[in-house]
């Protein structure tokens, strides 16, 4: 099993920054892959960005690529993701979620291939 745990939402303007962490516990592994996802009121969970643990390959949303920026601390097995030119668009939970697979290529933008996930964290982008 695998425990993540996320931080760092909360309140901010438009075009403003926050920073979210998902610490991760457990049986992780450096095959893994670590996405973010985000569910606004009333819509499906969507894929935000995503990176492969093993070498750091990145996957991004168009909706966010270019503002959006996803990296790791090794030692800490912690995975962030760093949002600046934040839109009320942005709105919504922001959950952190593991993927087991061992695969290649880019991460995987698919809810359905991510087995655990975190309890979520709660960003509101004001306009």
């Known amino acids: 099993q695998v425990q993540l745990v996320e931080s760092g939402g909360g309140l901010v303007q438009t075009g403003g920054s926050l920073r979210l962490s998902c610490a991760a516990s457990g049986r992780f592994y450096s095959t893994y892959a670590m996405g973010w996802f985000r569910e606004a009121p009333g819509k499906e969970r969507e894929f935000v960005a995503a990176m492969r643990w093993s070498d750091g390959s990145t996957n991004y949303a168009d909706s966010v690529k270019g503002r959006f920026t996803i990296s790791r601390d090794n030692a800490k097995v912690t995975v962030y993701l760093q949002m600046n030119s934040l839109k009320p668009e942005d709105t919504g939970v922001y959950y952190c979620?593991?993927?087991?697979?061992?695969?290649?290529?880019?991460?995987?933008?698919?809810?359905?291939?991510?087995?655990?996930w975190g309890q979520g964290t709660q960003v509101t982008v004001s306009s």
């Open positions: 979620a593991a993927d087991k697979r061992t695969s290649v290529g880019l991460p995987s933008g698919l809810k359905e291939d991510y087995d655990y």
